[in-house]
């Protein structure tokens, strides 16, 4: 960023006072009588309203992923939301009436759920500017440092999703002020102001742009997402996903986006002390080199691959020694570990498992968790996706974050592409093969969540096992 903009950003401003001649109040007119309903959108606002906040904002969600709905996932109901379920209803063969049946929200929900795992959409805590925002892994594959802030990019460079963050602004009005104007290859066709945030979106050349900043005691944060207007048509939505997920100060009220789906709470708080702080898309990251993962099993045990742990040497978990040999469940093991009282996984069932997530640690010193989309290799016992040095006995989950299986071995090695790590194929073992030894899981509850925000929360039931040597 240069010129006027750069200004814009590091400049200190000063408020300028205004002062206003008082006046009469006059008296306002009526505001004007809303048009009533007809019956069919009627039926659907009152089907809709009796739904708690949580699922309006997630069918809101899922409709933006099908390409029905461009609204703000805020949970109000409206005539865009109507028309959105409508054209979802058409568009599966439903009965068209703006109310969603079970097997049509279940439907959305799937269908909604595998546009984002073609996208590798996941929640990013940024280490470099504290922002949590949804991120498409699968198409901004570069990250790049820049001056106050990183870049996460495609590859050719014509998408891009900038995140800021600067020192607290003295005017933050004034900053909107300078924002909002055009300038050489630059129109803007939108603008929105808050105190504490604004909305800047427009045309730059022959790419869009979508700027939200906002303003807290710890400075400001924002992000800039661009991208080209001749692919518009596809990329709008993954624009709209963007800004549904963005939290400027993640664990606080400041500047909340009123479209987050329910309070998803960092996984620090749902585990034990121990347990990791950051749930982060594999982008860049440092290898993790003493360590590989397991799994806790509630009441003091933890599932592991038992291949993993013959390379670790002197294995520990949060300093004690643990017993290597444990109990055998076919090529897994379950280890006696007293010490964890983290939340026990959830079992999955047989059945198809295209679509998983991997979970393993990003460095012990940070002890960050990497969720990483992936593919199940058919009936190969495989598993694509991008891991890090210390992923031997990672859990593999389905979308509903329940276990399918268990990473055999860590990788000896990580291929990294662009500062990126690339996807690799590993063996796993499935969780039918050692089910029989474990023991018995309370059937998993029935939920509208989506996929990310469950393996996010699965992500609790990971545990660290610290090795004495490089594995």
Same mark, same amino acid.
């Given at each position: 960023?240069?010129?006027?903009?750069?200004?814009?950003?590091?400049?200190?401003?000063?408020?300028?006072?205004?002062?206003?001649?008082?006046?009469?109040?006059?008296?306002?007119?009526?505001?004007?009588?809303?048009?009533?309903?007809?019956?069919?959108?009627?039926?659907?606002?009152?089907?809709? %309203?009796?739904?708690? %906040?949580?699922?309006?904002?997630?069918?809101?969600?899922?409709?933006?992923?099908?390409?029905?709905?461009?609204?703000?996932?805020?949970? %109000?109901?409206?005539?865009?939301?109507?028309?959105?379920?409508?054209? &979802?209803?058409?568009?599966?063969?439903?009965?068209?009436?703006?109310?969603?049946?079970?097997?049509?929200?279940?439907?959305?929900?799937?269908? /909604?759920?595998?546009?984002?795992?073609?996208?590798? &959409?996941?929640?990013?805590?940024?280490?470099?500017?504290?922002?949590?925002?949804?991120?498409?892994? /699968?198409?901004?594959?570069?990250?790049?440092?820049?001056?106050?802030?990183?870049?996460?990019?495609?590859?050719?460079?014509?998408?891009?999703?900038?995140?800021?963050?600067?020192?607290?602004?003295?005017?933050?009005? %004034?900053?909107?002020?300078?924002?909002?104007?055009?300038?050489?290859?630059?129109?803007?066709?939108?603008?929105?102001?808050?105190?504490?945030?604004?909305?800047?979106?427009?045309?730059?050349?022959?790419?869009? &742009?979508?700027?939200?900043?906002?303003?807290?005691?710890?400075?400001?944060?924002?992000?800039? &997402?661009?991208?080209?207007?001749?692919?518009?048509?596809?990329l709008d939505r993954i624009m709209i996903a963007i800004a549904n997920t963005f939290e400027p100060f993640p664990g606080t009220d400041i500047a909340a986006n009123p479209a987050r789906v329910g309070a998803q709470p960092p996984v620090g708080q749902l585990a034990a002390p121990a347990a990791p702080a950051l749930v982060r898309p594999s982008l860049g990251l440092t290898e993790l080199r003493h360590a590989i993962s397991g799994v806790s099993l509630g009441q003091g045990r933890v599932l592991t691959s038992a291949a993993a742990l013959r390379s670790c040497e002197s294995p520990s978990i949060a300093g004690q020694p643990l017993d290597p040999a444990g109990q055998a469940a076919g090529e897994a093991v379950i280890l006696r570990a007293p010490q964890v009282n983290q939340p026990a996984v959830t079992l999955g069932a047989s059945g198809a498992r295209e679509a998983v997530f991997t979970l393993s640690f990003e460095e012990a010193a940070q002890r960050s968790v990497i969720v990483a989309a992936g593919r199940w290799q058919g009936n190969d016992n495989r598993v694509t996706s991008a891991l890090q040095l210390g992923a031997g006995g990672a859990p593999v989950l389905d979308g509903q974050g329940r276990l399918v299986g268990l990473v055999r071995e860590s990788p000896k090695a990580t291929r990294m592409v662009a500062g990126t790590v690339a996807e690799a194929s590993y063996p796993v073992i499935p969780t039918d093969s050692f089910r029989a030894a474990l023991p018995a899981s309370p059937p998993a509850s029935h939920t509208q969540e989506t996929a990310p925000r469950l393996v996010n929360q699965a992500a609790a039931s990971l545990v660290e096992i610290r090795c004495a040597r490089r594995i």
């Open positions: 960023m240069s010129g006027p903009l750069r200004f814009a950003f590091i400049s200190i401003l000063l408020l300028v006072p205004q002062v206003g001649i008082a006046q009469a109040p006059r008296p306002q007119p009526a505001p004007p009588a809303q048009p009533a309903l007809d019956p069919v959108q009627a039926a659907s606002k009152a089907a809709y %309203e009796r739904l708690d %906040e949580a699922e309006r904002k997630a069918i809101q969600n899922d409709l933006i992923w099908t390409g029905d709905f461009n609204g703000v996932a805020g949970g %109000e109901y409206g005539r865009r939301t109507h028309d959105a379920m409508l054209a &979802f209803e058409r568009r599966s063969q439903g009965t068209p009436d703006g109310i969603l049946t079970p097997a049509e929200r279940a439907a959305l929900k799937r269908d /909604a759920d595998a546009a984002r795992l073609a996208l590798r &959409f996941a929640l990013l805590t940024d280490q470099a500017t504290g922002i949590r925002i949804g991120l498409p892994a /699968a198409v901004l594959t570069q990250r790049v440092a820049v001056d106050n802030g990183v870049v996460y990019r495609r590859q050719d460079g014509a998408v891009s999703l900038q995140l800021t963050k600067l020192p607290p602004a003295q005017d933050f009005a %004034e900053l909107f002020e300078r924002m909002r104007q055009d300038g050489p290859g630059r129109k803007v066709t939108y603008r929105l102001q808050r105190p504490d945030w604004f909305v800047v979106s427009g045309e730059e050349g022959a790419r869009k &742009f979508y700027t939200r900043l906002a303003n807290g005691p710890d400075g400001v944060r924002g992000y800039t &997402f661009r991208y080209p207007i001749d692919q518009a048509q596809t």
